[in-house]
């Protein structure tokens, strides 16, 4: 086992279809429909950001069965939903039938595509990012700058739990993942992505536990 719990011989796609299993069938989803305000009040720490994106485009990231969607669809021109688990991707099919501007897709868990480079306005990521394992999330800042077009923005709710384990991420606080703020920026960096605001914030009865990262893809 590494430092951070994960298997270091495991490659990054082996460790996020290890992590979405822990997933599949949930009764965290239907639960998680109650607790959709959190991410939506606004004077809360998410919607500001939020209203930073250009929605000509917008990416969720691990949609699950599309409660942040359904917030959006009203206002956003075209919406690509992404996840990994087949299950969900079926879910949102079904919720958003009709909706001629969803797309709902299934990725590899890794990065985002079949999406093409420079073809998206925005990506958001709530409520889920913080189960990745740090490898996972380098490669996602990495891919978003390939398929952001320029001037694009991404919203990422991430982990903020540095402490090293040596057991399943399960028996985390929340069930969070090896992550920190900084570690974050030093992967936005490297994609080429330039860090706009960020905020530590509590998640239930625990200081500091998680982060809200606004990134952009610089223009030329």
Known sequence: MSQNGENATESKERQAERIARDWAGS????????WTFIFWAEDGAFR??????NLEHVVELACGHGRHAEMIKSRA???TLLDILDENVERCRARFLGESHIVC????GTDFRPLEDSS?????????MVHFTPDVV???LADGARVLVPGGRALFHHSNYGVRF??????????RNFM???????YAAKAGLKVEQSRIMPWGDVADLDCITLVRKPSP
């Open 180 to 186: 920190t703020q900084e570690l974050f920026f030093d």
């Open 105 to 108: 897709q299934r990725n590899n």
């Open 120 to 128: 998206v306005s925005a990506i958001f990521c709530y409520d889920a």
């Open 166 to 175: 040596e057991h399943h991420y399960g028996k985390n606080p929340h069930a």
């Open 138 to 140: 380098e490669s996602y």
């Open 48 to 53: 500001p950001l939020f209203e930073r994106l």
């Open 77 to 79: 021109a075209r919406i």
């Open 27 to 34: 009764a965290y989803y239907a639960d998680a429909e109650r």
